[in-house]
């Protein structure tokens, strides 16, 4: 059974950063594309990013250049380093991972407000 655990959320103010992590149990971690997803109130969730196994990343044109996705496959553990933070990335942040199955994180609520 895989199971997800994100942390890391928390309030911040404008232009701050947070990191958030994804903590994975399972041997199959290091073959799996792992992505974080976000949904903000009254709104649909949304890709925020994604790392592949071979440590490819792709990110939603609205985090590039402030977001970095990151993986440590020795501690089963993929990061989202978010920087220069406003209101409109306030949401629940969700880690999936993606092997033959969808597997979520019960997700980490991120307040961006002063």
């Known amino acids: 059974q895989v199971q997800l655990l994100e942390s890391g959320g928390g309030l911040v103010q404008p232009g701050g950063s947070l990191r958030l992590s994804c903590a994975a149990s399972g041997s199959i971690f290091s073959l799996a594309t792992v992505s974080w997803h976000r949904q903000a109130p009254g709104k649909e969730r949304e890709l925020v990013a994604t790392?592949?196994?071979?440590?490819?990343?792709y990110y939603t044109d609205s985090v590039k250049g402030r977001f970095t996705i990151s993986r440590d496959n020795a501690k089963n553990t993929v990061y989202l380093q978010m920087n220069n933070l406003n209101a409109e990335d306030t949401a629940v942040y969700y880690c999936?991972?993606?092997?033959?199955?969808?597997?979520w994180g019960q997700g980490t609520q991120v307040t961006v407000s002063s």
């Open positions: 790392i592949t196994s071979g440590h490819n990343t």
């Open positions: 999936k991972m993606s092997t033959r199955n969808n597997y």
